[in-house]
């Protein structure tokens, strides 16, 4: 199995601050992973697919980047929406896993 | 455009078979470069990846789930089912059905379902 291990756990942020989460996978998933958005009592939402590509809905304020075993998220400048729960997820493998999340809460 | 929707009991016993549907509306199960799968998420912790099976029929299980997993598809009906056998109380979740993009220039599980919550106890 391919561990995914996202740091940090819980990000305590503000409005226009520059977040970035990290993801770690046990061995290379080359850019097979996406990142996905988790706001409570919704089902998660994929934000990029492939490592840095972009959901046509997903605003460009957000990036991802990596390849191999480590991946980053990054929301330029924090607005009121993106205080949620981000995945990380590797589709390498037949078997997919999730990273444990990272949370974004308000500082 | 398409929607997915699970539904199935909401409660089980400990030992018995958990059983979800997942009914696809606005397109067709059986079309190429999909793949219907199941993840779960237990109360207040992260995503667990249950398993999928592709549009040709194929199907990947979670390998810690394996052996108490089943798959399958009614293309007549554009369902997909979820089967969890001996449950336990640590199969308490809920359960989302999502399509996966299997082929093509985009990727990942672009669409889920609201999910459903299932609890296993006497």
């Known amino acids: 199995d391919i561990q995914m291990t996202q740091s940090p756990s819980t990000l305590s942020a503000s409005v226009g601050d520059r977040v970035t989460i990290t993801c770690r996978a046990s061995?290379?998933?080359?850019?097979?992973l996406a990142w996905y958005q988790q706001k409570p009592g919704k089902a998660p939402k994929l934000l990029i697919y492939?490592?840095?590509s972009l959901e046509i809905w997903v605003p460009s304020r957000f990036s991802g980047s990596g390849s191999g075993t480590e991946f980053t998220l990054t929301i330029s400048s924090l607005q009121p929406d993106d205080f949620a729960t981000y995945y990380c997820?590797?589709?390498?493998?037949?078997?997919?896993?999730f990273g444990q999340g990272t949370k974004v809460e308000v500082k | 455009q398409v929607q997915l929707q699970e539904s199935g009991s909401g409660l089980v016993k400990p030992s018995q078979t958990l059983s979800l549907t997942c009914a696809v509306s606005?397109?067709?199960?059986?079309?190429?470069?999909?793949?219907w799968g199941w993840i779960r998420q237990p109360p207040g912790k992260g995503l667990e990846w249950i398993g999928y099976?592709?549009?040709?029929?194929?199907?990947y299980y979670n390998p810690s789930l394996k052996s108490r997993v089943a798959i399958s598809v009614d293309r007549s009906k554009n369902y997909f089912f979820l089967k969890l056998s001996s449950v336990t109380a640590a199969d308490t979740a809920v359960y989302y059905c999502?399509?996966?993009?299997?082929?093509?220039?985009?990727?990942?599980?672009?669409?889920w379902g609201q999910g459903t919550t299932v609890t296993v106890s006497s």
């Open positions: 099976i592709s549009y040709s029929g194929s199907t």
């Open positions: 997820q590797q589709y390498n493998s037949e078997s997919r896993t």
């Open positions: 606005g397109g067709s199960i059986s079309t190429g470069g999909y793949a």
């Open positions: 061995q290379s998933v080359s850019i097979w």
């Open positions: 999502a399509r996966e993009v299997i082929t093509g220039t985009t990727s990942g599980m672009d669409l």
């Open positions: 492939k490592a840095s």
